[in-house]
T-cell receptor
């Protein structure tokens, strides 16, 4: 299995809702990532998990809460989002992070719309 | 922070023509990645370059890394409509976490 899966594919939520995005990989990768991509812009890193521990938080607002329950799963919990948070959210995984340069494998993304 | 500049921002070519996309980094490149993205979809990994002077090819796509110039180029030979999409270069900052910084992307259209 050489793919990263993301659910749901599309999500529409109100500003008072609580929702979660899910990402899964079964390649034995120990680093997982969340990126946010606005229209016609490149992906921007949000979080990095390495060996199930949060290693990088790129100053993301607390209304985004990541969680890595195990080495195969990565969640992004959403609460009290703003319309400007509407974007494509991409998950990626790679072999153990650190000194090695490793390619990241991306999921298809979740298209989020905040009303 | 590392910045990547891609050129051109967009490109329209006739099917069968060759084309080149460039990616220039503001800092030392530890690893340079090329990805392709269809609109609204995930990124497809194309190639990774690590060493200066390294060149890799896959089908009709060739990528080179000029470490001294902190630059990489992606060359497509005999372009086809299937090559259309957004090409993104990404650089590893060399620190723990393998965080990727992406260039602004090059939007390629291939006219049949």
């Amino acid at each position: 299995d050489t793919e990263v899966t993301q659910t749901p594919k599309h999500l529409v939520m109100g500003m008072t809702n609580k929702k979660s995005l899910k990402c899964e990989q079964h390649m034995g990768h120990r680093a997982m990532y969340w990126y946010k991509q606005k229209a016609k812009k490149p992906p921007e890193l949000m979080f990095v998990y390495s060996y199930e521990k949060l290693s990088i938080n790129e100053s993301v607002p607390s209304r985004f809460s990541p969680e890595c329950p195990n080495s195969s799963l990565l969640n992004l919990h959403l609460h009290a989002l703003q319309p400007e948070d509407s974007a494509l959210y991409l998950c990626a995984s790679s072999q153990a992070s650190g000194d090695l340069v490793n390619e990241q494998f991306f999921g298809p993304g979740t298209r989020l719309t905040v009303l | 922070s590392q910045e990547l500049e891609q050129s051109p921002q967009s490109l329209i070519v006739q099917e069968g023509k060759n084309l080149t996309i460039n990616c220039t980094s503001s800092k030392t490149l530890y690893g340079l990645y090329w990805y392709k993205q269809k609109y609204g979809e995930g990124l497809i990994f194309l190639m990774m370059l690590q060493k200066g002077g390294e060149e890799k090819s896959h089908e009709k796509i060739t990528a080179k890394l000029d470490e001294k110039k902190q630059q990489s180029s992606l060359h497509i030979t005999a372009s086809q409509p299937s090559h259309a999409g957004i090409y993104l270069c990404g650089a590893d900052n060399g620190n723990a976490g393998n965080m990727l910084t992406f260039g602004g992307g090059t939007r390629l259209m291939v006219k049949p």
